[in-house]
């Protein structure tokens, strides 16, 4: 699933491409995603409305209207937004296609469907970080996500570090692979307790988090397997995984075999000599 870099990377490849451009048409060939696409109503704020934004929250790509209206699309597993010619041939996977003013078009690609479409209105637009936005956290680089806030959020919790950075309603955005390469390079062990840990060790988690993302999206993200960006090109930041997917391989800073084990349900890679 594309994590925080990911989406981060897409919306940045689509700004230039999307701002300023008319939708003069929209395309859906009836499959079902995760969730129905309300297609009537995605037509009916779009449609003739010009793109003023295109901005990022949690997984989500947000594309703003000149109206208000918000478009608001999830990636799931093996989703992809990307700018086409006119003259370039669907593919299998291509469910929406967004006709622009300058004859390019936004299609929507998704071979598993575990994405999902959303469309606000103007009013409803306003209120969505009360409503669509509900349950989930602060961004990484949001003020909000403070040693302060972890170290009150963890008095008692017997909840590990991993799976805490990993919930959504703590933070967003940082999935599986981003919580193990962050942890390991900040000497952490997955599994250690969040009562555990002091005010310095969350700062330095942060700021370790912080540059890890900041990496990864400046090398376009990770392609693991589907993922592209909005000019269908790969990303390269698994190529600087330390941990992700090396079990067996000796650890960078010790040389002692990386290891494997299941944490809530997820795959887990850690040295433990290096992470406490």
């Not at 392609?223 to 190529?239: K, R």
């Amino acid at each position: 699933m594309p994590e925080l870099p990911e989406v981060e990377v897409i919306c940045r490849g689509l700004r230039p491409h999307l701002i300023g451009q008319m939708i003069t048409q929209v395309f859906y060939n009836q499959k079902s995603l995760r969730k129905p696409v309300d297609i009537v109503n995605i037509r009916k704020e779009v449609i003739l409305q010009t793109i003023v934004a295109v901005e990022r929250r949690a997984k989500y790509i947000l594309i703003h209207m000149n109206s208000g209206a918000v478009l608001i699309i999830h990636l799931g597993m093996t989703g992809n937004l990307g700018i086409f010619s006119k003259h370039t041939p669907l593919a299998k996977h291509d469910h929406l296609q967004w006709l622009l003013g300058d004859e390019n078009q936004l299609r929507y690609h998704d071979i598993r469907r575990f994405g999902s479409i959303h469309i606000l209105s103007p009013v409803e637009a306003k209120e969505r970080e009360k409503t669509f936005f509900t349950t989930s956290g602060p961004e990484p680089f949001d003020d909000r996500f403070s040693p302060d806030y972890l170290y009150n959020l963890s008095k008692g919790k017997s909840l590990t570090i991993k799976q805490c950075i990993m919930d959504s309603k703590i933070v967003v955005g940082i999935g599986n692979i981003y919580a193990n390469e962050s942890l390991f390079r900040a000497g952490i062990s997955p599994e250690k307790k969040i009562s555990s840990l002091t005010k310095p060790q969350w700062q330095h988690l942060i700021a370790t988090i912080r540059k890890v993302l900041d990496h990864a999206i400046d090398c376009g993200g990770s392609t693991i397997s589907d993922f592209v960006n909005a000019s269908q090109q790969q990303g390269y930041f698994q190529m600087n995984f330390t941990v992700y997917g090396k079990d067996g391989q000796p650890c960078p800073h010790c040389c002692a075999p990386l290891l494997k084990s299941k944490l809530g349900g997820r795959a887990t890679f850690y040295c433990k000599h290096c992470q406490k």
